[in-house]
């Protein structure tokens, strides 16, 4: 056997009749585009929201520091010290929960720090930003 197509003789000329004929144009449907065309073959989602689900459980998180009675001791004076000095220029690190799972982020913020909020226990930047007391984990002024 070869590897030549074999065709049976009564199939040789099967199309002849239609080969040249022109190609059919509907006059009750708009022609389709190719990008509509090409999505009927385009793969689906079956499980609708399964790709955002497995991202968001990929997404990684911290935990929450803990520091120790000396490194409160440390926090606490420089807190002192910023209180003192204010408005200020200070970055100041802080642990910014996640509102979706269980821990969240480390995030440096460096401004000038303006004032203390006492009823809401948070430092003010000059530009607004808030940053709750008890989620400071670092602070280093700039005086």
């Known amino acids: ?9 009564e199939d040789e ?3 002849d009749d239609i080969i040249g004929l022109p190609h059919h144009v509907s ?11 090409a999505a009927q073959f385009s793969p ?11 991202n968001e459980a990929a997404r990684l998180t ?8 000396e490194k409160k001791a440390a926090l606490d004076s420089k807190i002192n ?3 003192d000095n204010m408005p200020c220029e200070a970055e100041i690190v802080c642990f910014v929960p996640d509102t979706r799972k269980s821990g969240g ?4 913020l460096r401004g000038v720090v303006r004032t203390f909020d006492e ?24 005086l």
């Open 1 to 9: 056997m070869t590897d030549d197509v074999f065709f049976l003789p």
């Open 13 to 15: 000329h099967r199309y």
């Open 27 to 37: 006059e009750d449907r708009p022609h389709m585009s190719n990008y509509d065309r």
């Open 44 to 54: 689906f989602a079956a499980l609708t929201g399964y790709d955002s689900s497995v």
């Open 62 to 69: 911290e935990k929450r520091p803990v520091l120790d009675d």
């Open 81 to 83: 010290e910023l209180m």
């Open 105 to 108: 982020t480390l995030v440096t």
């Open 119 to 142: 009823y809401e226990k948070k430092l003010v930047f000059s530009d607004e930003r808030r940053i709750p007391a008890n989620d400071i984990i670092d602070i280093e002024l700039f």
